[in-house]
């Protein structure tokens, strides 16, 4: 409630002029009021799905006058929030305070139609709005009122993080620069109700939730926006069939298993939105996958979606992920950190392959702060037995129980740093004993390796697994070499120390701190340069480098 009353103030403001300033103070107050409630996963799901029910998707001409479609707009209701961004074009995302001017808005839509192509009679939340009357220059959309939907490039970052005067402020300001938006999640949570929009013609109870990084708290501007179709509410998985009563005929639409179920599912739904999903490009059925899904670019958002079902291993484990990432501002902090480092030197890619995957080093990341004295985050285990009756989960045989309840967690005070616990993350990895040892969130001890293979993370909840069975050796010792070098920068006075210059000043500051473990590595290997020498950034960051060297060089001298 007390964020609606701030977003109609901010409406009524921003009718008037101060458009731009109102929006940030909004954006920054909803932002505050989540990070202090410290809301379960279910609760932000619960609220962001209900928000994007009421939402369209709009596309407007960048001559869009704002006052008019905001007038435009107002006649089918009152407006709770809106905010424009680009994505190969001006959208605006719109959020009704009620339902009714959804129905509303869509009552009056024209379904173009012209000599050479026809439209599929589908009325989707995704709209396009032309000619609002005369345009007034003053006040059409500019890049500025756009809110950003992807990061800044790592050459950027590098300058930005240069003028910071600490390696906490740095570790902060990379989080703060990564991190979604308020407007990115709930374009995210929107795409997928629209999505639900379609899937609902097989399946009228089914929800699409996102899950990954894009509700986890690690999630980077730009990432994959991971979803899972949600038929739990229709499959009574856990209700008992009654004696006596109706229960569903099955007989002669029963699948051999719940994969083949699952793959069917996925299968219409994935014809269903190549046919008829606006904006849904390039669509993919990857159905033989150990996890069946969808993939396809949802052109509007810009968003590169997968689409999965009855996976709800991987929502047990976004669940915790964001659990662990509540209990401490650290862990996101440091698990953002990591993630861009290992971006920067190509230790996790966007193809798969035998590289380390994001949610393989996260967890690497919640062992590594588990293993400190004090520990700053608790086991899997421990987490298991504060659990209460209604914790209780079983996934296929698995026990994936943990507590929900965030006030259960008592947390031991460790006072680290987060520049001391980057340092110690490198060493404590460049020192690992990998050959012999796994990785176990669940214990918060490693163990021996029950098989082999080059790295070893167990699975929290499929314990028998390995998450890392696709990293090979070669990646494995790029990764060690790589935390061996960044703890070794990190000792040098000269490298973690602010450089001066720059700050404030004409050209670019010298890197130092967390920028220069971002630079080009020196032990990388020939694989990784060759690869850097493709993107457009790298010819930058090498220039940084080089003055970064020379002016070492001058020091010596
Ligand atoms: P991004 O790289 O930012 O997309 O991170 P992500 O965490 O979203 O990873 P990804 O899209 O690869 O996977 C989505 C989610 O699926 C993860 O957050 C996990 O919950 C789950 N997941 C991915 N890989 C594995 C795995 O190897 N094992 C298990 N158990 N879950 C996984
Ligand atoms: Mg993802």
């Known amino acids: 409630a007390k ?30 009021d989540e990070k202090n409630g410290r809301k379960s996963l279910h609760t932000l799901h ?72 026809s439209a599929v009679p589908f009325k989707s939340r995704l709209l396009s709005l032309r000619n609002l009357g005369s345009v007034d220059s003053s006040n059409q959309l500019s890049g500025r009122q756009c809110q950003p939907q992807t990061t800044i490039p790592i050459n950027e970052l590098i300058k930005r993080l240069s003028r910071e005067e600490s390696i906490d402020k740095q570790i902060s300001s990379l989080t ?10 709930r374009l995210r949570f929107l795409v997928c109700s629209l999505l639900k929009d379609i899937a609902t013609a097989y399946f009228p109870e089914c929800t699409i939730k996102p899950f990954g990084s894009s509700v986890n708290g690690f999630g980077k501007l730009g990432c994959d926006l991971d ?153 899997l285990d421990h987490l ?38 980057l340092g110690e993350f490198f060493e404590f990895y460049a020192t690992f004993p990998f050959s012999r040892m796994s990785i176990n969130i669940r214990k918060g001890k490693e163990q021996n390796k029950p098989e082999v293979a080059p790295l070893h993370i167990q699975n929290p909840f499929e314990t028998s697994l390995n998450v890392s069975k696709n990293v090979n050796a070669s990646q494995l010792d790029r990764f060690v070499a790589l935390c061996q070098e960044s703890a070794w920068l990190l000792q040098q006075s000269e490298t973690s120390t602010p450089r001066g210059g720059g700050a404030g000043g004409e050209g670019a500051p010298t890197p130092w701190g967390l920028a220069t473990l971002l630079l080009p590595s020196q032990v990388a290997g020939i694989k990784s340069r060759k690869k850097r020498r493709r993107e457009p950034a790298s010819e930058r960051i090498k220039g940084l480098l080089e003055s970064l060297k020379n002016k070492n060089q001058l020091k010596k001298s």
């Open 3 to 32: 964020c609606l009353q701030k977003t109609d103030a901010f409406l009524h403001r921003s009718i008037g002029t101060d458009v731009v300033i109102a929006r940030a103070e909004a954006t920054r107050s909803d932002e505050s």
């Open 46 to 117: 619960m609220e962001r799905q209900e928000q994007a029910e009421r939402s369209v998707l709009i596309s407007c001409q960048s001559s869009t006058n704002e006052k008019k479609f905001l007038k435009y707009l107002s006649k089918h209701g009152e407006i709770n929030k809106y905010f424009f961004y680009e994505s190969y074009g001006v959208y605006a995302v719109v959020e009704f305070a009620n339902q009714e001017s959804v129905t509303s808005l869509l009552e009056g839509v024209a379904i173009p139609g012209g000599s050479h192509e």
């Open 176 to 185: 703060e620069a990564y991190q979604l938006t308020e407007e990115n999640s």
């Open 227 to 379: 979803m899972l179709l949600d038929l739990d509410s229709i499959t009574g998985r856990n209700v008992k069939l009654p004696k006596s009563g109706l229960s569903l005929e099955y007989q002669m639409k029963r699948a051999n298993s719940e994969r083949a179920v699952t793959q069917s599912i996925l299968s219409v739904i994935g014809e269903c939105v190549d046919q008829f999903g606006p904006g849904c490009v390039g669509v993919q059925k990857i159905l033989n996958a150990r996890c069946p899904l969808v993939r396809f670019a949802h052109q509007p958002s810009g968003f590169q979606c997968d689409l999965t079902a009855n996976n709800r291993v991987a929502m047990k484990s976004t669940e915790l992920l964001y659990l662990y990432g509540e209990l401490d501002p650290r862990v996101r902090s440091l698990v953002f950190t990591v993630r861009c480092w290992a971006r920067a030197h190509g230790v996790t890619s966007s193809i798969p392959g035998a590289w380390i995957t994001n949610f393989s080093l996260t967890v690497m990341v919640l062992f590594f702060l588990q293993k400190r004295t004090p520990p700053i985050i608790p086991t």
């Open 384 to 421: 298991r037995d504060l659990a209460g009756p209604g914790d209780k989960t079983v996934i296929e045989g698995n026990d994936c129980t943990f507590v929900s309840d965030f006030n259960k967690i008592q947390l031991q005070s460790n006072t680290e740093t987060l520049e001391q616990l």
